[in-house]
């Protein structure tokens, strides 16, 4: 079975500042890989997603994602974060034999942006 | 834009109470989703439903059931709502594009979430 670790429930950081969210997974088979972003009082939204071919990912807002199999991780980075960034951050991972796209989601990362 | 329309951004029940949360996306998706979201817990898939008048239960499906009549609109159904089915409720759909070069292939539309209180 899949499943997906988000190793921070809580990521403090100051404006300006870089950031990494991580993100490990679980799974036999290979997989597909997504990042969402749910801003306060809001549904979420797609901030990137790994399907196949390059390994780095860039996604909106000037996130990015590095997929490396061998450790088994997707962990989201953002070189420079602003106050707006502040939100709740969900890793999530699809079989891509899965029909329908089920996807598993991990516990959520909230990011604090503090001027 | 895909745009997913939840029925009710908040809602209080009373226990025992028979409750409608009701999702409708306007872009012809045939597949739909509903997730609870617990604080650390992230989002758990409660049902979901390929096509019309056809559903899957997901991971938490006890106490929860669903209704797929029209293509556009997935209802979710607390038969007698309990304490402990106070959460955030979301609504997610997508379209089962096979072609993994396809810009689209996998993602899933939120609804922006009706909040679940019972007393």
């Not at chain 1, 950081?13 to 969210?21: G, H, K, R, Y």
């Not at chain 2, 745009?3 to 028979?18: A, F, P």
């Not at chain 2, 089915?85 to 009706?114: H, I, K």
């Amino acid at each position: 079975a899949q499943s997906v670790t988000q190793l921070d429930s809580q990521v403090p950081v100051f404006e300006e500042a870089p950031v990494e969210l991580r993100c490990n997974y679980s799974s036999s088979v290979s997989v597909y890989l997504f990042w969402y972003v749910q801003y306060p009082n809001q549904g979420l939204q797609l901030l990137l997603k790994y399907l196949s071919g390059s390994t780095l990912v860039k996604g909106i807002n000037g996130f990015e994602a590095e997929f490396n199999k061998s450790q088994t991780s997707f962990h989201l980075r953002k070189p420079s974060v602003h106050i707006s960034d502040t939100a709740e951050y969900f890793c999530a991972v699809s079989d891509p034999y899965n029909q329908g796209g089920k996807l598993i989601f991990g516990q959520g990362t909230e990011l604090s942006v503090k001027p | 834009d895909v745009k997913v329309t939840q029925s009710s951004r908040y809602l209080v029940k009373r226990t025992g109470e028979k409750v409608f949360l009701e999702c409708v996306q306007d872009m012809d998706h045939e597949n739909m989703f509903w997730y609870r979201q617990d604080p650390g817990l992230g989002l758990r898939l409660i049902y979901f439903s390929y096509d019309v008048k056809m559903k899957e239960k997901g991971d938490i499906p006890e106490g929860y059931s669903v209704s797929r009549e029209k293509k556009e609109r997935f209802s979710l159904i607390l038969e007698s709502a309990s304490t402990n089915q106070t959460s955030m409720y979301l609504c997610a759909s997508a379209d089962p594009v096979r072609q993994v070069w396809d810009s689209s292939y996998n993602e899933q539309f939120f609804g922006p979430g009706t909040r679940l209180t019972v007393l």
